[in-house]
């Protein structure tokens, strides 16, 4: 692969180079403290490509030396006057003395070698590594879905991936006092959606990580970097699938409270019609009952008027007595009216209770001690012919 098409896809696939320095400036933590156990410390870099590193670490305060195998890449290194060669990683750090260095680097290094030449490559590092020293390596993370399927096989160069948990445990088999794994540069939220989604899942999780270890020291010493190794960075996969279910907990939860709501409301909006229908019978009702009411209103003058009339002595009293006789019920209520209204003529036998409507909720019936010598007569003549008639017809 020429080394012109590699340097072409670094800088599409990889990023651009001030976004790599920024990012990479997360390691400062871990060695700025060794500027304060020797001021002439010194940094190598193994894989240095176009320099970001080289160039962080000058500007802190270290001496520092690259090494890389592509032309391509060094260029970059040249144009920037970065102190950079172009030899074998595994090779350089064999020509190095024990405990020499402050810091051995490998930014996307592991990926690209043999498992036995990486084993190899941090033994060496060990060695070369002062008391203190900080052994950073960095490459993609097979944790992330999208890296470890994907991804990670769009740069043809790339061997296999490897699991941060194994790379750690290479470390300290190695000898290292402690070590870590950073997850790193997984994508910033925009603050648009904050809704998690299944895709955050897949791709949410730190796309690399680092494997940070440091070599023992004194314990006054390592103490200074306390902290750095410490600190939290990064999305793991678990960390990733449970931010999802709590997420998705949470909405089933907010749904279900809003169903919770709905029947309420619905239960509500039932009894509320129940009772709309129920005021709207009692209307009817009092609309009837005033309607009733009304009507009644309407009658009683044209009622007094025509029982005014017949009660009135002459033919049409008599007349209209022995109508009554027939139907002594009705002639009850005719007369209690009669007496209520304060006609004229009107009789009211003993035991007739006065009402105020026509409408009565009892019957009276007259004895006919009460009645007239005229009603007795005729009440006589009602029933003979009543007699006769059922016997007529055989009853």
Not at 63 to 80: F, N, T, Y
Not at 305 to 325: D, H, Q, S
Not at 326 to 347: D, E, K, T, W, Y
Request: glycine residues 8%.
């Amino acid at each position: 692969m020429g080394s012109e098409f590699y340097s072409a896809f670094e800088e599409r696939f990889r990023g651009d180079r001030s976004e790599i320095k920024r990012r990479l400036t997360v390691y400062l933590p871990f060695i700025k403290p060794l500027l304060q156990l020797n001021p002439e410390s010194f940094a190598v870099d193994l894989g240095c490509g176009r320099g970001e590193w080289l160039e962080l670490v000058l500007e802190n305060g270290f001496k520092a030396q690259g090494v890389d195998l592509d032309e391509g890449m060094l260029e970059d290194c040249e144009s920037r006057e970065l102190p950079a060669r172009q030899q074998d990683a595994l090779e350089f750090l064999r020509e190095l003395d024990d405990a020499s260095v402050g810091v051995v680097s490998g930014f996307h290094v592991a990926e690209h070698v043999p498992f036995p030449y990486l084993q190899d490559l941090i033994k060496e590092a060990f060695r070369v590594l002062r008391p203190g020293g900080v052994l950073i390596l960095e490459t993609p993370n097979p944790e992330n879905v999208t890296v470890g399927s994907h991804k990670f096989y769009m740069d043809p160069t790339h061997r296999q991936p490897i699991p941060g948990e194994l790379l750690k445990f290479v470390a300290d088999h190695c000898g290292f006092a402690r070590s870590r794994i950073l997850r790193l540069n997984e994508p910033k939220s925009d603050g648009v959606n904050e809704d998690l989604r299944l895709i955050d899942v897949l791709e949410g999780v730190s796309p690399d990580y680092a494997v940070v270890a440091q070599k023992k020291a004194p314990v006054n010493e390592m103490v200074a970097f306390d902290v750095p190794f410490a600190m939290e960075t990064g999305m793991s996969l678990d960390g990733a699938a449970n931010r999802y279910d709590d997420e998705l907990r949470n909405r089933l939860e907010a749904v279900s409270q809003e169903l919770d709501k709905m029947r309420e409301q619905c239960v509500s909006k039932t009894e509320h019609l129940a009772k709309i229908a129920q005021l709207e019978k009692r209307i009817g009702e009092l609309e009837a009952a005033r309607s009733a009411s009304f009507l009644k209103s309407l009658l009683r003058p044209v009622a007094r008027w025509v029982i005014g009339k017949a009660l009135t002595a002459g033919w049409k009293r008599k007349a209209f007595e022995r109508a009554l006789a027939r139907f002594p019920v009705l002639r009850g209520h005719i007369l209690a009216f009669a007496r209520n209204q304060g006609l004229p003529g009107a009789s009211f036998p003993q035991g007739l209770t006065p009402l105020d409507e026509l409408g009565l909720k009892h019957s009276v019936t007259p004895e006919l001690s009460e009645m007239s010598e005229s009603e007795r007569v005729f009440y006589a003549e009602v029933i003979d012919r009543q007699d006769r008639s059922k016997n007529k017809k055989g009853l």
